[in-house]
Antibody, heavy 124, light 107 residues
Framework: QVQLQQSGPGLVKPSQTLSLTCAISGDSVSSNSAAWNWIRQSPSRGLEWLGRTYYRSKWYNDYAVSVKSRITINPDTSKNQFSLQLNSVTPEDTAVYYC??????????????WGQGTVVAVSS | SSELTQDPAVSVALGQTVRITCQGDSLRTYYASWYQQKPGQAPVLVIYGKNNRPSGIPDRFSGSSSRDTASLTITGAQAEDEADYYCYSRDSSGNHVFGSGTKVTVL
């Protein structure tokens, strides 16, 4: 049974970097069929996909246009986990952040496993 | 980028049927997936693809699609089905879009 366990601080100061980690059990970050995503949720923006990392003979990343200049998602194969770094945060980045596993097949993509969520507030 | 439009709220009497819709251009090409979210919890996948249910999801949940609209139907709604429901789809440009959510109240 695949499980995702998130960790990281719940409070970040404006202009600093938000960093979260998602530890994977029951699957591998190097899976050739899965992708590993970060999604956030706030009252103002709803559910917003931020980006993903995945391995298909080499590592790939995709990022949402809205955060592309500020985001990095990295896999860590030694610890079987992946991380989110979001730079230069503002109060608008305050949200619940989720990691999620996804897979796709033809004409659909699904997020089948989610982490427990981390409430992150951006405030001085 | 694409948008997915959902009604903000619907209500259903206990044991009756409710349909939640999700409209967007990307749905002409890609199937939606549907997620149930209860307060304080992470979303849970309930329907994906043409009409597929993950293991553990009751068969009162079903999905359908026509042109640019995807639907999630709960047949015989139970009190525990009261939640927010979100649709999701990718689009041909590589965007990943969630609907704004529908709050389902079971009366």
């Amino acid at each position: 049974q695949v499980q995702l366990q998130q960790s990281g601080p719940g409070l970040v100061k404006p202009s600093q970097t938000l960093s979260l980690t998602c530890a994977i059990s029951g699957d591998s970050v190097s899976s050739n069929s899965a992708a590993w995503n970060w999604i956030r949720q706030s009252p103002s923006r709803g559910l917003e996909w931020l980006g993903r990392t995945y391995y298909r003979s080499k590592w790939y990343n995709d990022y949402a246009v809205s955060v592309k200049s500020r985001i990095t998602i990295n896999p860590d194969t030694s610890k079987n986990q992946f991380s989110l770094q979001l730079n230069s945060v503002t109060p608008e980045d305050t949200a619940v952040y989720y990691c999620a596993k996804s897979y796709s097949s033809g004409w659909y993509l699904v997020f089948d496993i989610w982490g427990q969520g981390t409430v992150v507030a951006v405030s001085s | 980028s694409s948008e997915l439009t959902q009604d903000p709220a619907v209500s259903v009497a206990l044991g009756q049927t409710v349909r939640i819709t999700c409209q967007g251009d990307s749905l002409r090409t890609y199937y939606a997936s549907w997620y149930q979210q209860k307060p304080g919890q992470a979303p849970v996948l309930v329907i994906y693809g043409k009409n597929n249910r993950p293991s553990g999801i009751p068969d009162r949940f079903s999905g359908s699609s026509s042109r640019d609209t995807a639907s999630l139907t709960i047949t015989g709604a139970q009190a525990e089905d009261e939640a927010d429901y979100y649709c999701y789809s990718r689009d041909s440009s590589g965007n990943h879009v969630f609907g704004s959510g529908t709050k389902v109240t079971v009366l």
